[in-house]
């Protein structure tokens, strides 16, 4: 069966919050780019562009989670958009409260977690760096 595995887009600090990510999830990261590491005399990569995120992974669970910093000639990832979450399934409701206090913290509630109208737990907020998440426990 196919995976799903959510790629996110930031304006210069994927590595911070990846970092952040990591504290809540745990793990390694398997992946780190950067955009200096691709560079050659063909297409040299700016000086001020150097140190972003080509590419960074972070297994969580059976999936990944991936990032990279758009560099400044694509323009700035507009931070508010609200057409996707990423969905976390927890295997308990502990789990699910670790996860949402640990994400949530210095964002915007969106849903307090708790017990949910269609029978699960769940909760739902956009984190400090304007991603949105959904956890739940079934």
């Given at each position: 069966?196919?995976?799903?595995?959510?790629?996110?887009?930031?304006?210069?600090?994927?590595?911070?919050?990846?970092?952040?990510?990591?504290?809540?999830?745990?793990?390694?990261?398997?992946?780190?780019?950067?955009?200096?590491?691709i560079s050659t005399p063909e297409?040299?990569?700016?000086?001020?562009?150097?140190?972003?995120?080509?590419?960074?992974?972070?297994?969580?669970?059976?999936?990944?989670?991936?990032?990279?910093?758009?560099?400044?000639?694509?323009?700035?990832?507009?931070?508010?958009?609200?057409?996707?979450?990423?969905?976390?399934?927890?295997?308990?409701?502990?789990?699910?409260?670790?996860?949402?206090?640990?994400?949530?913290?210095?964002?915007?509630?969106?849903?307090?977690?708790?017990?949910?109208?269609?029978?699960?737990?769940?909760?739902?907020?956009?984190?400090?760096?304007?991603?949105?998440?959904?956890?739940?426990?079934?």
């Amino acid at each position: 069966m196919a995976h799903i595995n959510p790629h996110i887009n930031f304006n210069g600090n994927a590595e911070e919050a990846f970092n952040f990510y990591k504290s809540v999830f745990g793990g390694a990261f398997t992946n780190i780019i950067r955009f200096k590491d691709i560079s050659t005399p063909e297409h040299p990569i700016p000086a001020s562009e150097a140190n972003k995120i080509m590419n960074i992974a972070l297994p969580i669970g059976n999936s990944v989670l991936m990032a990279n910093d758009v560099p400044d000639f694509l323009g700035r990832v507009n931070e508010n958009e609200n057409r996707s979450k990423i969905f976390v399934s927890a295997e308990s409701k502990k789990e699910a409260d670790k996860i949402y206090s640990g994400l949530s913290a210095g964002g915007t509630v969106e849903m307090p977690i708790g017990d949910s109208p269609w029978g699960s737990y769940f909760g739902m907020f956009r984190d400090q760096y304007g991603i949105e998440w959904m956890v739940e426990f079934k």
